[in-house]
């Protein structure tokens, strides 16, 4: 099966859609609406590898989104540990109710994990060049929020070869709502 973000029309399609938006990507609208918490974007931009021009397909998130989702991934592991009938919210059915007791544990292992540290993260881009639509990228920026201004830069300076990314550890807490 070819990739088709690797083929020469898809990605003049792509140039024009950028050159139509005045940008150096486009905005891929997802289902769930995701996009709109400013701590994540998905988006498409044309760049080169091994040489060639592709289509990059990219998940950009805050260092805190990507943080705070660790963080509910060990407290679900921990939580199936203490409540061997807990189900992960990714494999539940509309039916599935968490009794009082589960979801005061949930928060107090949130609060333990955040507040002892327990997690931990730094800047990362990862690439994946077996993705179904040109080359797959996955990025975690620590910046507040992912603005138009945060994904040009990271475009050019992707392109550009000169994208610097902080290996420094972070640990986030959980802002009251």
Not at 8 to 26: D, R, S
Not at 74 to 85: D, F, L, Q, S
Not at 102 to 119: A, D, Q, W
């Amino acid at each position: 099966m070819k990739n088709e973000g690797f083929d020469p029309a898809e990605i003049a399609e792509l140039k024009a859609e950028c050159k139509a938006e005045g940008q150096n990507y486009i905005v891929v609208e997802d289902e769930d609406g995701m996009s709109d918490s400013g701590e994540f974007a998905h988006i498409q931009f044309v760049g080169k590898h091994d040489g060639a021009e592709v289509i990059y397909d990219a998940v950009i998130s805050t260092l805190r989104l990507n943080h705070s989702s660790l963080v509910f991934e060990e407290a679900e592991e921990r939580m199936k540990k203490a409540y061997p009938n807990y189900v992960e919210v990714d494999r539940r059915k509309a039916n599935y109710k968490m009794t009082e007791d589960m979801e005061l544990m949930l928060e107090e292992i949130i609060e333990e994990l955040e507040e002892e540290e327990v997690i931990k993260v730094s800047e990362f881009l990862d690439i994946d060049e077996d993705f179904e639509y040109g080359i797959g990228l996955d990025v975690s920026l620590n910046v507040e929020e992912i603005t138009d201004e945060v994904v040009t830069k990271f475009v050019n300076d992707f392109n550009a070869g000169t994208l610097k990314l902080d290996n420094t550890l972070y640990s986030f807490t959980s802002e009251e709502e």
